[in-house]
């Protein structure tokens, strides 16, 4: 039996470890289909603190996982498939086979990216469509290639590629952006990123491979055929928790619910969450890190009171 169990290993994960080692808990972390999470798709990371010029995704995510484990974290490879809450110990099934129990947990399993809902993007991923820049900008070598949304992870997506790309078009579907003035004002002035407001991918061209894209002017419904090659989406994330219907509470986006904020505890005692899985407002590395320690504290106190 576990005392503490963390699924998840991103910033709020890798935290709520380092502190729930510190207190002698050992906890065990399960890490998921995304070791390191988000970070890890990443170039520089310039907003997390104690680092002034700056600190690379992946390197911030190693850091992080090592410290952790110097305290005494354990780390499992694998993937919840099944937990069950609703009787103690709480049961959690990894890879289908194998079964776990703990005193408590810590849901730290992030949240991933979308996509535009644009009939064959998932049969073209890898051949043309892509939602991540750092991981695939590469493969667009000066070609010319579109990036949909309007929010600061679309303006920094465009930026990233075009030290790969001959030419990024931003697509967006209105004509004012989401996205911070800062990262808006910095892709307005790179020449190589060209804008499409008003605007909406209805069709990939291809069969293999990605060889154009459709796009309509929402306010003339005028279509337009680009001869991109590739097509990223940046427009947002969908929480990772379809594992924790039916066991916690979830908002109609599909986020745990954290009844007392800014306490981390569920619906459900015992288990607690942290990060962008239940935060979509802030969602950053820094605030789901906080989020982290804040879960790993309720957990030793929870685990005191409960002994
Ligand atoms: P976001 O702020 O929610 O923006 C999503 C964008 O995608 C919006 O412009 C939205 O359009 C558009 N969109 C959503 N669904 C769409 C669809 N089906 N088809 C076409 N367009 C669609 O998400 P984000 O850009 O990923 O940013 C998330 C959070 O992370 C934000 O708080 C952001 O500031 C932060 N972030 C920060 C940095 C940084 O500081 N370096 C980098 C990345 C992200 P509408 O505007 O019309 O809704």
Request: charged letters at 20%; hydrophobic letters at 40%; one cysteine or more.
């Amino acid at each position: 039996m576990e005392n503490t169990i963390i699924i998840g290993s991103g910033p709020a994960g890798y935290t709520a470890a380092l502190y729930s080692a510190r207190a002698n808990l050992s906890p065990l972390l399960i890490d998921g289909p995304q070791p390191g999470g988000q970070l890890t798709t990443t170039t520089l990371v310039e907003n997390f603190p104690g680092f002034p010029e700056g600190i690379q995704g992946p390197a911030l995510m190693e850091n992080m996982k090592k410290q952790a484990e110097n305290f005494g974290t354990r780390f499992k490879t694998g993937y919840v498939t099944k937990v069950d809450f609703q009787t103690h110990p709480f049961k959690i099934t990894i890879d289908d086979v194998e079964l776990l129990e703990a005193k408590s947990v810590i849901i730290a399993t992030g949240a991933s990216a979308k996509y535009g809902g644009v009939p064959r993007e998932m049969e073209l991923i890898g051949h043309g469509i892509s939602a991540c820049a750092t991981c695939d900008g590469f493969f667009f070598k000066s070609q010319d290639i579109g990036v949909v949304g309007g929010g600061d992870s679309a303006m920094e997506e465009a930026l990233f590629l075009t030290k790969f790309a001959k030419t990024v078009t931003l697509v967006h579907r209105r004509d004012e952006f989401r996205a911070s003035r800062i990262m808006l004002e910095r892709a307005q002035k790179n020449p190589k990123i060209q804008w499409l407001t008003n605007s909406l991918v209805t069709e990939l061209l291809g069969d293999r491979d990605l060889t154009g894209v459709k796009v309509k002017n929402v306010k003339t419904q005028t279509e337009q055929v680009y001869p991109w090659t590739g097509l990223f989406f940046a427009i947002g994330h969908v929480p990772n928790t379809q594992i924790f219907k039916n066991q916690i509470h979830l908002d109609d986006q599909g986020y745990i619910i954290l009844p007392h904020p800014p306490r981390t505890q569920t619906n459900i005692e015992g288990v607690f969450a942290a990060g962008d899985v239940a935060d979509h407002y802030y969602r950053q590395a820094i605030s789901a890190s906080g989020m982290g320690c804040m879960a790993a504290i309720e957990t030793e106190r929870w685990l005191a009171s409960h002994a």
